[in-house]
Nanobody, 123 residues
Framework: QVQLVEAGGGLVQAGGSLRLSCAAS????????VGWFRQAPGREREFVAA????????YYEESVKGRFTISRDNAKNTVYLQMNSLKPEDTAVYYC????????????????WGQGTQVTVSS
């Protein structure tokens, strides 16, 4: 069983930065792949970025490439999402998710989810 808690959301102006964190409980978290997803009002939850168990493989949704960076610190059981050059269209609730197998980009492939953290980017 893995429990995930996101933090770091908030209100920021366009062009600004935020760093989200996803803290996990569970001794085997270091073997899990982790993804970040986001959901804006009236829209489906969409993939943002993912990282494999040791941080050696990452993958990004096209619109965030070059602006967002996913990383992890397995000693701290934490995954991060550094978001730079934020745009109003990045406004959403951001969720982290974990799965005990390999890397994945589909939301249905993730087993554990956090409660989400709101990110609001003003223009």
């Amino acid at each position: 069983q893995v429990q995930l808690v996101e933090a770091g959301g908030g209100l920021v102006q366009a062009g600004g930065s935020l760093r989200l964190s996803c803290a996990a409980s569970g001794r085997t978290f270091s073997t899990y792949a982790v993804g970040w997803f986001r959901q804006a009002p009236g829209r489906e939850r969409e993939f943002v970025a993912a990282i494999n168990w040791n941080g050696g493989v990452t993958y990004y949704e096209e619109s965030v490439k070059g602006r967002f960076t996913i990383s992890r610190d397995n000693a701290k059981n934490t995954v991060y999402l550094q978001m730079n050059s934020l745009k109003p269209e990045d406004t959403a609730v951001y969720y982290c998710a974990a799965r005990p197998y390999g890397f994945a980009v589909g939301r249905d492939e993730y087993e554990y989810w956090g409660q989400g953290t709101q990110v609001t980017v003003s223009s």
